[in-house]
Nanobody, 116 residues
Framework: QVQLVESGGGLVQPGGSLRLSCAAS????????WGWYRQAPGKSRELVAA???????NYAGSVKGRFTISKDNAKNTVFLQMNSLKPEDTAVYYCNLRMLGRPEAWGQGTQVTISS
């Protein structure tokens, strides 16, 4: 079973940057989609960004132009570079991995807090 381990959350001031990482253990295959989701207090979990095994990306409108998702295939790792952070980006961020024919995997979540 693939397990995901996240790192990189923290507290930053508005306008600052953070980089989240999520590493998968085990074999993930050649067809998959990585996703970063977030959940703010009292709100539903939402998709922030996704990247396919082929490299196609998509972003939520609220983060487009500020966040960048990327992956390192050799390390089975996905990243989320977050720039120009706003207080409304405060949430617990979760990575997700969907693999063809296998159960999806979720990271444990990492807190991102944007505050002055």
């Amino acid at each position: 079973q693939v397990q995901l381990v996240e790192s990189g959350g923290g507290l930053v001031q508005p306008g600052g940057s953070l980089r989240l990482s999520c590493a998968a253990s085990g074999i993930i295959g050649s067809l998959y989609t990585w996703g970063w989701y977030r959940q703010a207090p009292g709100k539903s979990r939402e998709l922030v960004a996704a990247i396919t095994s082929g490299g196609a990306t998509n972003y939520a409108g609220s983060v487009k132009g500020r966040f960048t998702i990327s992956k390192d295939n050799a390390k089975n790792t996905v990243f989320l570079q977050m720039n120009s952070l706003k207080p409304e980006d405060t949430a617990v961020y979760y990575c997700n991995l969907r693999m063809l024919g296998r159960p999806e995997a979720w990271g444990q979540g990492t807190q991102v807090t944007i505050s002055s």
